[in-house]
Structure formats: C-alpha cells, structure tokens
C-alpha cells in the first residue's frame, strides 16, 4: 500500500518570498512557509508594506525596549493587501478579491484591557513584524479577519499602508483630547509620523503650528508639505533649555501663547526634554515617538510639575483605521502620497531598509510592494 501523501494546498507551488533580520543584526531575504488557514483568519497576498523606524531599530539595535531580536525575523507591519481566501468561521464581510488595509496587531481580547477597549495594550498581543510575530514583508500573510479593513476604490494600495503612519498621530492627537480650533500647536520631528501628525493638525484647525527638526532639508519638505507652518531647525550646540527658548519666541511673547499641545514625534530624549519646557502651563505634552532605550536623563520634572503639565504617551492605536479611510477617501490626506519616495519589489525587498538607513540617500517612505497578480 502506498504511503499517504499530504493534500497540497492552493498556494504551495508559489513562492514567499520574505525579509527577515537576524540575531546577529543583519537582514537577509529568504523563503517563508505558508502557514494553515485558522478559521477566523483571511489570507492575504500583501501587496504593499513601508519601511518603518522600528524597522532598523529592530535591525541596527537588534531590538526596542525589550522586544529582542533573538532569533530570525520577518520584519514589515504598515501594510495593506488583496484577500485571497476567508476563513470558515469569519463573521465580518468580507470576501475574495477585496483589497484591504492591514491592523498589524491582534490582541487576546480577553483580558481587561481589550474588554475595555484599549486593545492596543494588551500584554497578550500579536504584532506584526515584532518579536515572535512574523511580519507583513513576505507574499502570503494570515491575519484575524477583524483587523482587516476594505479600501474604498479611490484610496491605493500604498495610501492603505500609510493608514497605520496615520494611526500613530491620531491616536495621539486622541490621547491629546484633540487639537482646539484656532489653538497653537508644535509638532516635534518631520520623519513620517511627525509629518503625519502634521496633516492631521492642519485639518483639525490648530495654528499656529511649529513644527521642529534637526535637519533643514526635512523642515522645507514639511513647509511645502503644509506651506501655512512655522519652522524651527533644532541647534545642536545649544542645551534643551536654549532651543526651547528660541521656539517659544516663535509662539509669541505671552505664557497664552505658548502651545497648549505638543506632539514629541521622535522619541529622542533631547527632543522630549526640548518639549517639556516648551509646553505651556496647563498644556499636554504626547509623546508619540518611540525610543530604543527604556530610560531617558534630563527629563524636566519640576518646570511640567509647577506648570500642571499633562505628560502622555502614546502606543501605537486602537479604532483609528476607519477614520483615517474616511480622510483618505475624502481628499483631505491625499498629500500623504507625497511621503512616498523609493519602492522596490518583493524579491529585492534587502534594498529597502539599506534606502532608509543609507544617509546619503534622500528618503521618506520607502515601500516593499508585490507585482505578482495571483487572482487573475
């Protein structure tokens, strides 16, 4: 009698092509099993995924906080695809074909956390491209059918992947109980989610903004990006304390004058510390961007305590996937597409983070994107 052969799934004579850093912190390409269909998942061809930060934090620190890197890893979660197959217990509406945006995470949503609505908490949560979770920068991608969400026909594929950049700023323009009409702003750090973040106070109507960088290239992108701002170039022989004093005399004068939101979008310790004394008293200062170290010196304690400040923080989102489709949708982010600089394909995808680190290759988004049609 012959032996049993295993029945041969739909997808296996096509490769999966991935991108994975290693424990010794480099990246190298490599091939992917797919993975069995769970029941409440969809499998998708990802067709498009940007680079991110945590991306070569994950590479060139081998880790952020302590999410180590200490076997291989598939990196990539700001990604959107095509559903190529539906689970057999999937409630939500979807189906074939649809193209969709990805949430890269999938929490418990059991413990109290996610039962009360702040998923992204969760200490039980799967998230994409984070250690052990493998991430979205491979063809063949499974994913829990809630954290899926349809794209309109006039929002793309890559305006999809920029939803989860767009998430990061509205979740911290949420966690600033929103931006008041007519109210200053100052947004720290003109990377991706700074810019994002930009866009998103500029449609809520807050002015003045200030937005600030070390880099003068990246503050003039910002000024085209949204021309009605006002810039300052962060100066590195001056202290925390000088710079902040400088930007407040872009404000204005008055303590009234002074931001009562600022939106620390680099999670770099001179720029956070930078914010704190900009701050007006009784405002909130969010700290959105992320930091490769657990701890920060130089933290301005007693000027945010005198002054009442609220200090925030942000990680990462929850519920902002269907608002931010909706501006995308409407035309009011359309200008995002302007984030996009470099793409590269699925089989080179290497290139990629080596654009994003290589300071000699002007770059803002970088994306990873899959050719191949698999349902025609």
Not at 77 to 87: M, N
Not at 284 to 296: H, T, Y
Request: with cysteine; proline share 7%; charged share 20%.
């Amino acid at each position: 009698m012959a032996p049993m052969q295993e029945s041969k799934g739909k997808w296996d004579d096509i490769p999966n092509p991935c991108l994975m850093v290693c424990a010794d912190r480099t990246v190298k390409m490599s091939e992917a099993p797919i993975q069995p269909l769970k029941p409440n998942q969809v499998r998708l061809q990802v067709k498009c995924t940007g680079i991110c930060g945590s991306d070569i934090h994950l590479w060139k620190k081998g880790g952020i906080g302590e999410l180590v890197v200490t076997e291989d890893l598939i990196i990539g979660h700001e990604a959107s695809g095509q559903i190529l197959e539906v689970g057999s217990q999937v409630r939500k509406n979807v189906k074939v074909g649809d193209r969709v945006a990805i949430e890269p995470q999938v929490p418990c949503m059991d413990c109290y956390l996610c039962m009360n609505g702040n998923y992204n908490l969760c200490q039980n949560v799967d998230f994409l491209g984070m250690p052990p979770t493998a991430g979205s920068i491979q063809r063949f991608l499974n994913i829990d059918a809630k954290f899926v969400h349809i794209l309109p026909e006039n929002v793309s594929y890559e305006e999809g992947a920029l939803a989860e950049v767009l998430s990061v700023g509205y979740h911290g323009i949420e966690k600033a109980d929103g931006l008041p009409l007519g109210k200053p702003c100052m947004i720290a750090g003109c990377g991706p989610i700074g810019l994002g973040t930009l866009l998103l106070a500029d449609i809520a109507g807050a002015y003045p903004i200030v937005v600030t960088d070390v880099n003068q290239e990246r503050l003039d992108y910002a000024k085209k990006l949204v021309p009605g701002i006002f810039t300052y170039k962060i100066e590195s022989n001056l202290t925390t304390h000088e710079n902040a004093a400088a930007i407040r005399k872009v404000f204005g004068e008055t303590e009234y004058e002074m931001p009562p939101t600022v939106l620390e979008c680099t999670g770099v310790a001179s720029s956070i510390n930078t914010c704190g004394y900009v701050v007006r008293r009784n405002g909130k200062l969010v700290i959105v961007g992320v930091s490769s170290s657990n701890e920060i010196d130089g933290f301005p304690f007693m000027p945010l305590s005198f002054g009442e400040v609220d200090v925030k923080f942000v990680n990462r989102y929850h519920d902002s996937w269907p608002p931010i489709i909706n501006l995308i949708q409407s035309g009011k982010l359309k200008k995002i597409n302007e984030f996009i600089t470099h793409s590269v394909k699925l089989e080179d995808a290497i290139k990629a983070p080596e654009i994003v680190f290589d300071p000699k290759i002007p770059s803002m988004k970088v994306f990873v994107k899959d050719e191949l049609d698999l349902l025609n």
